[in-house]
């Protein structure tokens, strides 16, 4: 079976396990909580657009960049789409230019760091925590 499975491909597929704990962010009174929160812990804030392919793959890059040792790490997932004018206010709050897909990293109440597109891919999300 292994020779046939090598030839044709094995139709199970392979699924891997997500280090990110996402939490959904769809209401206002969250950003004050964002704020709090970040007093003692950084935290991480996801745009993410549904209908984008970069915005897509990237959720997918991104998600890889995560290990056990990065589980506890708190990452909000902000649904543009659903979400608009939530992200338009995480954008006034923490006074960072709208983009998507976006990645605000929080830290005492204010963004320490952000990166949008395929640089979300990039940021050393360890050096903020």
């Known amino acids: 079976m292994g020779l046939f499975n090598s030839i044709f491909g094995n139709k199970e597929k392979q699924v891997e396990k997500s280090h990110v704990k996402w939490i959904p962010f769809t209401s206002l009174d969250q950003i004050k909580e964002i704020q709090n929160q970040s007093e003692a ?25 995560f290990d056990e040792s990065m589980e ?41 760091a952000n990166a949008s597109h395929y640089d979300i891919t990039q940021i050393d999300i360890q050096k903020y925590l």
């Open 72 to 112: 506890n790490i708190k990452v909000y997932y902000l649904d543009l789409l659903n979400y608009r004018e939530l992200s338009n206010e995480v954008g006034y709050t923490f006074q960072v230019l709208h983009q998507s897909p976006q990645l605000l990293i929080i830290r005492n109440g204010v963004s320490v």
């Open 41 to 65: 812990e950084t935290i991480l804030i996801f745009k993410h657009s549904t209908r984008c392919g970069i915005s897509n793959m990237v959720i997918k890059q991104f998600e890889r960049m």
